[in-house]
Nanobody, 126 residues
Framework: QVQLVESGGGLALPGGSLRLSCAVS????????MAWFRQAPGKGREFVAA????????IYADSRKGRFTISRDNAKNKVNLQMNNLKDEDTAVYYC???????????????????WGQGTQVTVAS
């Protein structure tokens, strides 16, 4: 049984940082591209960042580039999202997702992801 379990969410001040983790079990992480998506209140789920399993390429949504960093540790079966310089608009539920696709250009699209976590809440407020 595949499980993706997010952790690390919480309350942060504007300009602050949080580090999200996704613990993966039931699949061989090095064979999967991993991504983070988020869903803000009243909005649809949107792409945040992804990491390809073959090339190690990482892609980011433009508004997160330079502030967020996705990384993986295949040995520990974990994927992380370091979020710096947080803004109010980063408030959302953050989801970890896994896909077997190797096409980097497709990693932005949630429809291609086979497995999802339950999400972790991030709230940015002063």
């Amino acid at each position: 049984q595949v499980q993706l379990v997010e952790s690390g969410g919480g309350l942060a001040l504007p300009g602050g940082s949080l580090r999200l983790s996704c613990a993966v079990s039931g699949l061989t992480l090095r064979r999967y591209a991993m991504a983070w998506f988020r869903q803000a209140p009243g909005k649809g789920r949107e792409f945040v960042a992804a990491n390809s399993q073959r090339s190690g390429s990482t892609i980011y949504a433009d508004s997160r580039k330079g502030r967020f960093t996705i990384s993986r540790d295949n040995a520990k079966n974990k994927v992380n999202l370091q979020m710096n310089n947080l803004k109010d608009e980063d408030t959302a539920v953050y989801y970890c997702a896994a896909t077997g696709t190797i096409i980097v250009s497709q990693l932005r699209y949630q429809s291609g992801y086979e497995y999802w976590g339950q999400g972790t809440q991030v709230t940015v407020a002063s």
